[in-house]
């Protein structure tokens, strides 16, 4: 492999810990926005437990990837910053409200009680913000982008307000929300509160599969560029997919969160990797390429030197911020 091509596999890696981690956050935010029932207060409360104050270390995630992209291929940054710039504004307005939100709401209810408002600022933010990224992503997989001698020719509104990016869209919020469901009945084991959160995987999961069953089946003719990916080199890892998601439901219903939790997980890793690796080596199909969208060699370099560095100091931090202070969340008491 070249050096574009491992950092290009380095930011998938990163933009897949940022769907897997963050995406069970946004999820935990949809959860909170339709508590219900007798436990609505403690279903709320479990997932500001779970979410903890590592919530926004799950972002680090996504500035890597911007840097990252930035960086090592300027080219394709420009065009996406240009065609995407309407929903990936409105999704980091969405992660900006929503942390504001989740912070203003825990010290708002110690000065003046409930502060509601807030809540459903949390929770609508976790809908929008995942929504319109995956809308981003689904204009840059189905080929709408379109780029000419280096320059974007294609309209700020292509790929992404579309019925099927909206499609997509909803796909992605319903797979956040199984995320969580999902994590959250592992974190209620051996408490009322695993029903209800098992109830709600189940639930979340079968509307993603019905979402996905019609992106797959809608992609030939609204997104034929996806298509090929999927239905190409990307078939095995979507085959994994389609043989993993049953299993994950049934580790759901049959009560097995701790496997449902890594099936869950599976499921997101294997969807993103047959897009991945159906449109390599393209970084914005049809005209971008890695090779094209590259920057100089030395920059290359360094920039891997830099990763490497990086992470040595990352990962065990990371580690060690979800070891020792996950479930001692001050927001939740």
Not at 214 to 234: K, N, Q, T
């Amino acid at each position: 492999m070249s050096e574009a091509e491992i950092v290009a596999a380095i930011l998938w890696l990163a933009l897949t810990a940022y769907a897997v981690l963050a995406g069970a956050d946004f999820g935990g935010g949809v959860w909170d926005l339709l508590a219900s029932g007798p436990r609505a207060r403690d279903q709320r409360r479990a997932v500001a437990e779970a979410m903890g104050p590592v919530w926004e270390a799950n972002h680090v995630w996504l500035i890597f990837l911007i840097v990252g992209l930035f960086t090592g291929f300027p080219a394709a940054f420009g065009i996406l910053s240009m065609a995407l710039y309407v929903p990936l504004t409105v999704a980091l307005v969405g992660i900006v409200l929503r942390g504001a939100a989740f912070a203003f709401r825990a010290h708002g209810r110690e000065a003046v009680g409930d502060a509601s408002a807030w809540g459903v600022a949390f929770g609508a933010s976790s809908v929008i913000a995942p929504f319109f990224l995956a809308g981003g992503a689904a204009a840059v997989a189905s080929g709408a982008i379109r780029v000419s001698g280096g320059r974007l020719v294609s309209g700020f509104e292509t790929g992404w307000a579309t019925p099927y990016g909206v499609l997509v869209g909803l796909f992605a919020v319903a797979m956040c929300a199984y995320l969580a469901a999902t994590y959250l009945t592992v974190e209620t084991e051996g408490t009322p509160l695993e029903s209800d959160f098992r109830r709600r995987a189940a639930a979340a999961g079968l509307v993603a599969g019905v979402a996905a069953i019609a992106s797959l089946l809608v992609a030939p003719f609204a997104a034929p560029s996806l298509a090929d990916a999927l239905f190409g080199r990307g078939l095995p890892l979507l085959i994994l997919a389609l043989l993993n998601g049953p299993i994950a439901l049934v580790a759901v219903w049959r009560a097995r969160p701790r496997v449902a939790r890594f099936s869950v997980a599976a499921q997101v890793t294997f969807v993103l990797w047959a897009w991945a690796v159906g449109q390599w080596p393209y970084l914005v199909p049809p005209e971008i390429t890695i090779q094209d969208a590259a920057a100089p060699n030395s920059t290359l370099t360094a920039l891997l030197v830099v990763i490497g560095i990086g992470m040595a100091l990352l990962v065990p931090s990371l580690w060690l911020l979800f070891r020792i202070f996950k479930a001692r969340n001050p927001a939740a008491t």
